[in-house]
């Protein structure tokens, strides 16, 4: 890590991301220097933490900030999210710290959302609430994956044991999440078989399932979907001593935070 975002994050103060609800885009320049801190998984929870955190800083400013200095941020936005307390991160290599608030915004009403799914298999479901988290499947055995959410729906297929899943978004009132491959749909699961994934340790020895792609064949799906908010104060010291400070609304869509 360690390198020097340079021209790769020149344009990100002006323009980090464009979105709507449901879907969240980036700019070329900015998806770019993600995936080199995130990876090459589908834009989700780690790009859209990633980007979010230059939000609201100066083009000047996080020009100088470093790879290392932008992934310890943006873990710590998640973490001050996740846990509603104050989180604090330092980086030695580059001398750079950083403080994050979170507090609870005013919440995302229901509202209409088109979600891509694979055909026949999201059916008309009651109100969800938005989650875009990734998830892994409990258990030695494969699950099955419903196209509704109980286990009187019809089985619309199935997902491997230790799997790893997009969770879209959860059924209100109820322990059933629609669940995806990538940002596609492809049915109900009960939550009592899934794991988020940053709380989940394999057992030794546990079979890798192959990576698995998003479905080809999809259909946009009308859903109604409600959402909870977060607006984080993030305060960036550099080395030199010169320090900002951006405050950022975002809200959960099915492809993870968003900012409003």
Known sequence: MGQVFGQAANSAAQQVMTRSVGTVMASPTVASTTRSLCGSDTWGVCHNMTAQVLTGFSEEFVRRMTQEDVRMAANAREQAIDSGKTQTWSNAQSGASGTVVSQPAAP?????????????????????????????????????????????????????????????????????????????????????????????????????????????????????????????????????GTSQEAKVTSCRTPNGWAQV
């Open 108 to 240: 995302r009403p229901p509202a209409p959302v088109k979600i891509a799914a694979q055909p026949g298999v999201v059916g008309t479901p009651p109100e969800l609430e938005a989650v875009g988290e990734p998830y892994v499947v409990k258990g030695g055995k494969p699950i099955n994956v419903r196209g509704g959410p109980g286990t009187t729906f019809d089985v619309v297929g199935s997902l491997a044991p230790n799997e790893r899943i997009k969770a879209l978004a959860k059924v209100k009132a109820s322990d059933w999440y629609l669940v995806g491959r990538g940002d596609v749909a492809i049915g109900y699961v009960s939550g009592s078989l899934m794991q988020r994934a940053d709380l989940f340790a394999p057992p030794a020895q546990a079979p890798v399932p192959q990576p698995t792609t998003p479905p080809a064949n999809v259909e946009q799906v009308n859903v109604t979907m409600s959402a909870e908010c977060y607006t984080t104060t993030q305060t960036v010291r550099l080395g030199d």
